[in-house]
């Protein structure tokens, strides 16, 4: 499985972005994918997962909830992280990852990373 995140960019706050994990190998739709971030001097952090199969399973750091929305569309292989209202300490380089599991908050848990995509929020 590989992965490669795309989406990110330099918004004010209160803007809205979408980050896009694009999948690729026969078995990425039977995994679970995280979103994570880091921002700088600090370490990584769970934001958002969801369970391979779209409507079953999604869990949110608790900053985030009710502002960013985790979805997938198994058939062209991709996970989506809808931020609305973002906040300037959203500022991280997001990543994604794919786990056989259920897609849990622990970044060990995640066998497959992509490379990052920075989002960047001014005030």
């Known amino acids: 499985v590989q992965l490669v995140e795309s989406g990110g960019g330099l918004v004010r706050t209160g803007a809205s972005l979408t980050l896009s994990c694009v999948g690729s190998?026969?078995?990425?739709?039977?995994?679970?994918v995280g979103w994570f971030r880091q921002a700088p001097g600090k370490e990584r952090e769970f934001v958002a997962a969801?369970?391979?199969?779209?409507?079953?399973?999604?869990d949110y750091v608790e900053s985030v909830k009710g502002r960013f929305t985790i979805s997938r569309d198994n058939s062209v292989k991709v996970v989506y992280l809808q931020m609305n209202s973002l906040k300037p300490e959203d500022t991280a380089v997001y990543f994604c990852?794919?786990?056989?599991?259920?897609?849990?908050?622990?970044?060990?848990?995640?066998?497959?990373w992509g490379q990052g995509t920075l989002v960047t929020v001014s005030s």
């Open positions: 990852a794919a786990e056989r599991g259920y897609g849990a908050r622990r970044a060990r848990n995640y066998e497959y």
């Open positions: 190998g026969r078995t990425f739709s039977q995994h679970a």
């Open positions: 969801i369970g391979w199969n779209p409507g079953d399973y999604t």
